[in-house]
């Protein structure tokens, strides 16, 4: 078990609930991330401030049949996003029970974060300052 907490690192991070995902981009890096299954809730309960160890106990809960994998599923989970820096180590959590605004799945699905990089150039655009003549955003020549 572990009671390690989490949060985004900054305003670089933002996040977006869109009908079956949670689409995550990193403004600094242009990357953008898709999280589908149980990916959604796990997300969810980490930036609420639930522990790891609260969050694997809710989803346990509420997915019985599937304890052993869960576990697993939740560990590489968090391992991923903490690696692609989407979340970083928090001290101290407040344990937050399970929330309304949680969205899960109806039966379990393993989490999925998949990793998109295509639009990193249009992303890392300042549209305030990079557009020409016509109004679309293009990269400075300097």
Not at 44 to 73: C, F, H, I, W
Not at 102 to 107: A, S
Request: a negative charge; one cysteine or more; proline letters at 7%.
């Amino acid at each position: 078990m572990s009671s390690r907490s989490f949060k985004m690192p900054g305003t670089a991070v933002v996040h977006e609930y869109l009908d079956d995902e949670i689409i995550i981009a990193n403004l600094d890096s242009g990357i953008y991330y898709s999280a589908r299954g149980l990916g959604i809730p796990i997300w969810e309960l980490l930036v609420a401030g639930n522990t790891q160890d609260s969050t694997e106990s809710l989803l346990m809960e509420r997915y019985p049949s599937a304890n052993k994998e869960l576990k697993l599923s939740l560990m590489q989970f968090v391992e991923d996003v903490c690696k692609e820096n989407l979340l970083v180590e928090s001290p101290g959590g407040l344990p937050v029970l399970a929330l309304e605004q949680i969205h899960y799945p109806e039966e379990y699905e393993p989490p999925v974060l998949e990793k998109y990089d295509e639009m990193k150039d249009l992303l890392m655009l300042d549209p305030v300052h990079e557009v020409d003549d016509q109004g679309w955003p293009s990269r400075s020549t300097d």
